[in-house]
């Protein structure tokens, strides 16, 4: 199954290449890690671990195009290409 399939059918947490935030790892220790991002059950939206997140508004052929509005409704657009995406956890 590719990375787009298992991204859509939800609850699934993974990681992009690049994006890091200050956290703990798996030893408990912070520092600069991978930022953890998990799309929700109904693959609508995809939400960081503080609950920030974004809109998905299609899921393309090499990439997730995602929207969000700030507290003045000014519209926010962004992508995540698969190929840098790394599943971490999928809960069945």
Same mark, same amino acid.
């Given at each position: 199954m590719n990375i787009k399939e298992q991204l859509q059918k939800g609850d699934v947490q993974f990681t992009v290449k &690049?994006?890091?935030?200050?956290? @703990?790892?798996?030893?408990?220790?912070?520092? #600069?890690? @991978? +930022?953890i991002f998990r799309v929700n059950k109904d693959a609508s939206s995809i939400n960081t671990e *503080?609950?920030? &997140? #974004?809109?998905?508004? +299609? *899921? &393309?052929p090499t990439c997730v195009t995602l929207y969000t509005f700030d507290m003045l409704g000014k519209k926010s657009v962004g992508k995540i290409n698969y190929k840098e995406i790394e599943i971490i956890n999928q809960n069945k």
């Open positions: &690049g994006i890091t935030t200050y956290r @703990p790892d798996d030893n408990g220790e912070y520092g #600069m890690n @991978p +930022k *503080w609950l920030d &997140g #974004m809109n998905v508004t +299609k *899921w &393309g």
